[in-house]
């Protein structure tokens, strides 16, 4: 690493002096400019000797007006209170027995918030500091995950705001006035109840789900899953619902190969699709079940495609499908089905798709491959 460059470079066995503090002869050194993160080193007198293409990015300070300068004026942090950190940490003239500072969010001239931590390197214990080692990373993907955070409390506490206060208004009024009402309206308002109920059930196993998923702790019990008999499950319970039976075409053609996977996420993938096309498409929602294409999908396996008859997804919004508290329309839901659903597929080996049906609607396609089962 050369001083006053941006860009030091040494190859891999260069067979030079090792310069001081860095890797020597024989020794694999990366370019700073590689690094993914800020890094910013100054000298025992306090200059920058440093300043790499992360730093300069995060900064906006450029290289050359940074190297050579003295470290507190070409990287001028201050704390969350807008005192100055180089003049609070001090670290030649603090403190021997320090060796750094942790990470740790300060503000760039602006405002900017910016994430440091800080390395003193000293010849020996109590020794001169010789070299300030500073790293900075930008905050906006942590910035990103933390309002992603906050949507999901957001949201899940809006939808369970509802329920919970038609449970607490039912039970309340039962408990207090039951010789009042017939036997029919207790029969209402409980199933009423029961709904919910199970409307917050639900709402909480998808948390649970969106927790395993972002962990990649999501549990897959493969078992063997007639596809086919699934679906027609779910289409039993839709017509029960007061669908029509023929609003649904369901297309299989055999054989089929073995399916091995967790029946009960399965059905989770199957109703969450069905219910989007039902919900948010039009006309007959088809459901096609087929072996899957070998050339596409190594060892083959099954293919599911949903389609439906409404206005599809616009072009613009295939991308953003599976993301997060996406809807296709106003109708309701938390956003986070699709999301679920991609997570659990993922996790069985298999690929799911989004694009334009042939009528014209939405059309989802999911993948499943050959897999053994879990012993």
């Keep these: 690493m ?99 500072q942790p ?24 020794g001169p500091v010789q070299r300030v080692i500073v790293s900075l990373r930008d905050t906006e993907a942590r910035r990103r995950t933390e309002r992603s955070h906050a949507e999901l409390i957001a949201t899940v506490a809006h939808e369970l705001r509802s329920p919970l206060t038609s449970v607490k208004g039912f039970t309340a009024t039962l408990l207090a006035k039951w010789e009042r009402f017939t036997d029919d309206q207790k029969r209402l308002m409980l199933e009423t109840v029961d709904a919910d109920a199970n409307r917050v059930t639900r709402l909480i196993a998808e948390l649970l789900d969106i927790s395993r998923i972002d962990s990649g702790r999501l549990e897959v019990r493969r078992q063997p899953v007639d596809i086919g008999a699934a679906v027609g499950r779910h289409i039993q319970a839709h017509v029960a619902a007061g669908r029509p039976a023929d609003r649904f075409l369901v297309r299989i053609r055999h054989p089929l190969p073995a399916l091995w996977a967790d029946p009960d996420k399965i059905d989770q993938v199957l109703s969450n699709l069905l219910e989007n096309a039902v919900r948010h498409g039009e006309g007959t929602v088809t459901i096609d079940v087929e072996p899957a294409d070998a050339s596409r999908e190594r060892g083959g396996g099954t293919t599911v495609t ?70």
């Excluded at 001239?109 to 440091?116: D, Q």
């Excluded at 694009?355 to 491959?369: C, E, H, V």
């Design 2 to 100: 050369g001083v006053g460059t941006s860009r030091p470079r040494q190859a891999l066995g260069a067979a030079r002096p090792p310069l001081p503090g860095y890797a020597g002869t024989n020794q694999l050194v990366l370019d700073p400019d590689e690094l993914p993160d800020g890094l910013v080193i100054a000298d025992e007198s306090g200059s920058v000797v440093c300043f790499n293409a992360a730093a300069a990015r995060i900064t906006a300070v450029r290289a050359t007006d940074a190297l050579g300068a003295p470290l507190e004026r070409a990287l001028p942090l201050e704390d969350l209170e807008g005192r100055r950190w180089w003049q609070l940490t001090d670290p030649y003239g603090g403190l021997a027995i320090r060796v750094g």
């Design 306 to 375: 949903v389609s439906d008859e409404g206005p599809g997804i616009p072009e613009e919004s295939m991308k953003r499908v599976f993301t997060r508290f996406w809807r296709g329309s106003k109708r309701g839901g938390t956003g986070l089905g699709l999301y679920i659903v991609k997570g659990i597929v993922e996790a069985h080996g298999g690929v799911i798709t989004v694009g334009r049906a042939p009528g014209g609607g939405a059309q989802f396609r999911f993948t499943l491959p050959v897999s053994a089962p879990a012993f």
């Design 103 to 126: 990470e740790r969010n300060l503000l760039l001239p602006g405002g900017r918030e910016v994430l440091v931590a800080a390395r003193y390197v000293r010849a020996r214990p109590k």
